[in-house]
């Protein structure tokens, strides 16, 4: 999905100009969260700001209060965009981190099924959303050109870890496994996942492979602007099940909005 043009971008809570936009516009080494803001909410802050919270601890090893962050993000969105597409981005130039809040016009993931190239790609310090994500946007494109919706990242043995931008979900006859190896556990997964038993589809961690891809009969990716079907991994298609998506859109319409 194509980002809408930027309608607000604020460090520190004041509006970006040429100075303070230096250091974001000539390094790669820091680390953001995205989310979708709707009436002033967002699903799974707590989540967010555990996640540049720890980011920033990892990093650099410094604190970032998350109340903050949370401050800064109601004063980039103001009363002019309840809703709307939030990134807040971490850098650190002076040995003390500055926050950088991006403001976009709402998003949502199409419900159209996506057919997924495979790569043999590992992002690295996976768990970690961080910037310079040249590999992902190089293998997205590639798989883009050939056809495909996106990518799908694998390592050398053929082991599924995760989408280009998204986590990945497969449903066999036992629920919904997710592939176990290093990936950025993304906070729509965070949420959706320890509702799914409760739900009546258990959920486990487990290794994918490329080779072992017809044992499951259906597959989903989720990230910030939601879920969508998975029709195809290179040549294995899958039908789309109508049933799992309608319930993990239940699930997930049932995660409660917080204000931020």
Not at 8 to 23: K, M, N, Q, T, V
Not at 70 to 87: C, F, K, N, T, W
Not at 104 to 125: D, E, F, H, I, N
Not at 180 to 185: T, V
Request: contains cysteine.
């Amino acid at each position: 999905m194509t980002p809408l043009p930027l309608l607000r971008i604020e460090i520190d809570g004041r509006p970006a100009d040429a100075e303070s936009l230096l250091h974001p516009a000539t390094t790669a080494y820091g680390h953001f969260t995205a989310m979708q803001v709707r009436g002033g909410a967002t699903r799974g802050l707590a989540l967010h700001l555990e996640r540049l919270r720890a980011s920033t601890a990892e990093l650099w090893e410094r604190e970032l209060d998350g109340e903050r962050v949370r401050e800064l993000i109601r004063h980039a969105i103001g009363d002019e965009y309840p809703d709307a597409s939030v990134r807040v981005y971490v850098h650190c130039p002076d040995d003390t981190p500055t926050v950088m809040v991006t403001v976009r016009g709402p998003q949502q993931m199409a419900g159209t099924a996506q057919a997924l190239q495979s790569v043999t790609y590992r992002r690295p310090a996976a768990h970690i959303k961080h910037l310079g994500g040249f590999g992902q946007a190089y293998y997205g494109q590639r798989a883009r050109a050939a056809g495909f919706d996106d990518a799908l990242l694998v390592e050398d043995a053929g082991t599924v870890l995760e989408g280009a931008v998204t986590n990945i979900g497969f449903l066999d006859d036992t629920g919904v496994v997710w592939p176990a190896g290093p990936s950025l556990a993304g906070i729509t997964m965070q949420l959706l996942e320890p509702r799914l038993d409760a739900a009546g589809l258990p959920s486990r961690r487990d290794r994918v492979t490329l080779g072992g891809l017809g044992a499951y009969r259906a597959a989903f990716v989720t990230n910030s602007q939601g879920i969508a079907p998975v029709s195809r991994i290179d040549d294995t298609d899958f039908a789309v099940d109508e049933k799992l998506m309608e319930r993990l859109g239940e699930i997930y319409a049932e995660v409660p909005w917080d204000a931020v």
